[in-house]
């Protein structure tokens, strides 16, 4: 099993002192443990378990039921670009095809180089600025071909 | 209209407390203390506010279940899941003008009896969760928020709870199931929320957008406040509309404005001067409209008069180049991606019309197809815990209904007349 960071420990304190039942941490936990590596692999979401003081089988199932934990190693940059109905109005699945042509992977898949992770997203909430992508936690709107060229270019 | 809601769209900073402040912010406290909670509850039921979440309950009237209730902490949540496809409309006091948010929960929480708030934040907004971490600290700091607030025997604590990508947990019950660390499922009621909510205490959960209003109504009065908007669902409201557009993008303007106003005076009109074809007036899971349904108004009404919902208001339009059979069949596969598996007729029925409709869209459909459609729709409908699976045949059933003809067509020309393809998802 790995060993949570200090600081992420402190963390997950923090947030279990919002709650009258430190259970309700078990979410915040999971992001700060995914926050520190990148990725919930089964021991790390195990020793998530262990700190909040559930069982693992209820940690591993909460990770699972969400979209945002990944349970999978990811790239570096994780593209997420949304299809949902306003986006793949405004041209959202040539970009996903763009991308994939670019970055040489399939959706879902991650860069031989570990860089890039594309992903296929439900609505980001960015409707009005369609298509929209996320990568991290940064916004990308109005979205084109070239404009997704030069974002990636940007990204070392 | 003046602009009420978003009326510090463009301020700089108004996410700071002292910039928020100096521009009229935190009044409504003072004013509510001054009331008392008993006429602030009074003064929201008067002016007729309802949930602004999708199912528009009054706001009042839930509000006043849970007074009732002889229990503590009482706890009052703000739905900031923001999951409905194609709405975009609390984003912007998430990650803008947070305390907007914050200074309609502390009133709300006064007239409830609250001592205790989360904010259920959509794991999608990160910079909302910084934006509202720092204003909460901001709020604890200036006493809005904490013991005693202002001074006065009224103490709330509030925090944010971060979700992580799941649309059933902006569902209330399953909202609460989540907050406390669990899947977030739909609980079957009752026990109502109003007695048996988060932690097993009496809860309130409201849209962040219903929070918004309560300021201003305690602010300028249940009169003025309602006297915006229709008699049925009266206010002012934050239209998030989307799609081919010439101006896409968020209004704030008085309930009961028309879909035709909506999408050509403020919208702008179709995209590329081309013709309107379809528009969903409240969501992915609202039946979708067509041409002849502009005049009808953007009210509770209205809307369930012509078959159809207000949800969240958020209008998407398509244009005579979107395929109704692609669109149908994009819906679909997000119902299928979110249906949390518990109800055979939601998991199995999704993944069913998913596959049917991209063999539809893709040259492989069969002349027996809508009728299975249909079928499956129906056992659907009524056998599913959750609202979710309800959603999930309104675009079917009004795509069916209003657009059959674009359905026969790709299974009569074998593929897509748009050249489009469904694809499948890794
Ligand atoms: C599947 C599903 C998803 C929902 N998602 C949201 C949401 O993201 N935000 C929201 O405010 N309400 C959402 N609701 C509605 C809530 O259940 C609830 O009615 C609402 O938060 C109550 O607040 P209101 O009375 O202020 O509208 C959802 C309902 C369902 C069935
Ligand atoms: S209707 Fe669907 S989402 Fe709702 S409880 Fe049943 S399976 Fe889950």
């Known amino acids: 099993m790995v060993t949570l960071s200090e600081n992420t420990l402190q963390e997950i304190e923090k947030a279990a002192s919002k709650y009258v039942d430190r259970k309700s941490a078990l979410m915040a936990a999971l992001w700060a443990a995914q926050a520190e590596f990148g990725q919930l692999s089964p021991d790390v979401i195990e020793a998530v378990a262990e700190v909040i003081g559930v069982s693992n089988a209820k940690a591993q199932g909460l990770a699972t039921y969400h979209s945002l934990y990944w349970k999978k190693s990811v790239g570096k940059y994780v593209v997420m670009l949304c299809t949902n109905i306003a986006c793949t109005l405004m041209g959202a699945e040539t970009l996903l095809e763009h991308l994939e042509k670019k970055l040489g992977i399939h959706e879902g898949e991650t860069t031989p180089d570990g860089m890039f992770t594309l992903q296929e997203v439900e609505c980001i909430g960015s409707c009005g600025n369609a298509p929209a992508m996320v990568i991290n936690e940064t916004f990308y709107y109005d979205l084109t071909a070239e404009k997704i060229d030069g974002i990636l270019g940007s990204l070392k | ?426």
Not at chain 2, 46 to 52: E, P, T, Y
Not at chain 2, 137 to 156: E, H, V
Not at chain 2, 379 to 396: D, M, R, Y
């Open chain 2, 1 to 426: 209209m003046e602009k009420i809601l978003l009326k510090n769209a463009d301020v700089p900073n108004i996410n700071d407390i002292d910039v928020y402040i100096a521009n009229g912010g935190y009044k409504s406290l003072d004013k509510a203390f001054q009331m008392g909670s008993t006429a602030v509850l009074e003064e929201v039921k008067r002016s007729g506010l309802r949930g602004r979440g999708g199912a528009w309950f009054p706001a009042g009237m839930k509000w006043q279940f849970c007074v009732e209730v002889n229990k503590f902490p009482k706890y009052l949540i703000a739905n900031a899941d923001e999951g409905e496809p194609a709405t975009f409309k609390d984003r912007p006091f998430l990650e803008k003008d947070p305390h907007q948010l914050i200074e309609g929960m502390i009133v709300s929480a006064y007239a409830i009896g609250a001592s205790k708030g989360y904010i259920y934040l959509r794991g999608e907004y990160p910079q909302g969760y910084k934006v509202l971490n720092a204003a909460i600290d901001q709020a604890y700091k200036k006493n809005m928020l904490g013991n005693n607030i202002k001074g006065t025997d009224f103490s709330f604590d509030l925090a944010v709870h971060r979700g992580a990508g799941a649309y059933i947990c902006g569902e209330a019950s399953a909202l609460i199931e989540s907050l406390e660390g669990k899947r977030g499922q739909f609980r079957v009621r009752p026990p109502y929320m109003a007695t048996h909510g988060a932690f097993g205490m009496p809860t309130v959960v409201n849209n962040v957008e219903t929070l918004v209003n309560v300021s201003h109504i305690i602010n300028g009065g249940a009169d003025w406040w309602s006297s915006i908007g229709s008699k049925d669902s009266p206010g002012p409201k934050v239209f998030g509309i989307s799609g081919h557009l010439q101006r896409p993008g968020l209004y704030e303007l008085p309930m009961g404005v028309t879909l035709r106003e909506l999408i050509y005076e403020h919208g702008g009109g179709i995209k590329d001067g081309k013709e309107l074809k379809a528009v969903i007036p409240g969501g992915v899971s609202t039946a979708m409209l067509t041409p002849e349904h502009l005049d009808i108004k953007m009210d509770v009404k209205s809307l369930q008069s012509a078959g159809s919902a207000i949800g969240s208001g958020a209008t998407t339009v398509m244009s005579e180049d979107a395929c109704v059979v692609h669109m149908v069949w994009r819906a679909m596969a997000f119902f299928y991606h979110e249906s949390c598996g518990r109800c055979t007729p939601c998991r199995e029925g999704t993944d069913w019309m998913v596959k049917i409709l991209a063999r539809i869209e893709n040259g492989e459909g069969r002349t027996e197809d809508l009728k299975i459609l249909e079928d499956v729709c129906h056992t659907i409908h009524n056998n599913c815990f959750c609202p979710l699976g309800e959603g999930a045949v309104n675009p079917v059933l009004s795509g069916l209904k209003y657009f059959r003809q674009d359905f026969e067509e790709h299974i009569r020309t074998r593929g897509c007349p748009k050249g489009l393809r469904a694809r499948a998802r890794h």
